[in-house]
């Protein structure tokens, strides 16, 4: 799965392409966008190369091959941006599909894998999600503040699909909201009537607590690692 900074440029130099029949600029791709600097241009060349979607062209100034589009481009390049954007301002929440195998998905915040920080935060942006991760029910995504869960694959930066839910089963990976005040992201286990959240990193302690004091929030259906 693309980035959105990644498909976006995808898409331009796609289009550019098709209508002069050359690859725009370095500075070109970055004002359109909205980048400071070439450099972030060339990490995600870079990327869109390692991944198939790109080729550059030997001995050639400016030259830009568009080996392969995602299926979703069609509505996630920088031409669809405002259809995107309209669609989440009418509060759509997952009825806005990005295409026929991906869902708008509220990213609302960060979540410690670590020491717990503040409760689940508003929506600041919107993710395109494969629908094989989802399934039915309503979804969230939260980025991964923290190195508590990477014996789980888990890491800093990362981003998790949750659905949402107030029930778990013991072993699963859930958000949990602690005391009513501090949100978390850790693994659940049933210890007679009390609570325990497990890290999955040696360096961390369980910690255990009443039933009264831990609120599942949901629970972790996939995970996004995004590379810029």
Not at 10 to 29: A, C, N, Q, Y
Not at 49 to 66: D, K, Q, S, T
Request: hydrophobic letters at 40%; glycine letters at 8%; a neutral charge.
């Amino acid at each position: 799965m693309l980035t959105r900074k990644q498909h976006e440029l995808l898409m331009f130099i796609h289009e550019r392409i098709k209508e002069t029949g050359v690859s725009p600029s370095f500075d070109e791709m970055k004002d359109a966008l909205d980048l400071a600097s070439k450099s972030g241009i060339h990490r995600l060349i870079t990327a869109l190369e390692e991944r198939g979607f790109l080729r550059r062209l030997a001995h050639r100034a400016r030259a830009l091959e568009v080996v392969k589009l995602p299926e979703q481009a069609a509505v996630t390049g920088p031409r669809a941006r405002t259809a995107f954007r309209s669609s989440t301002a009418r509060g759509d929440n997952e009825s806005a599909h990005v295409a026929n195998d991906s869902r708008s998905i509220p990213v609302l915040g960060r979540i410690a894998a670590g020491t717990p920080i503040e409760a689940i935060q508003q929506e600041r942006e919107r993710i395109a999600v494969p629908e094989a991760l989802l399934g039915s029910g309503e979804h969230f995504v939260l980025e991964v503040q923290g190195d508590s869960m990477i014996d789980a694959g888990i890491l800093d930066g990362d981003y998790v699909v949750i659905r949402k839910g107030d029930t778990a089963q013991t072993g699963e990976i859930v958000v949990a909201l602690v005391m009513g005040e501090e949100a978390t992201l850790k693994r659940l286990r049933k210890r007679g009537g009390a609570i325990a959240l497990e890290a999955a990193n040696p360096k961390y302690q369980t910690r255990v607590f009443g039933p009264d004091q831990v609120e599942v929030q949901g629970k972790l259906v996939g995970l996004i690692r995004r590379y810029h």
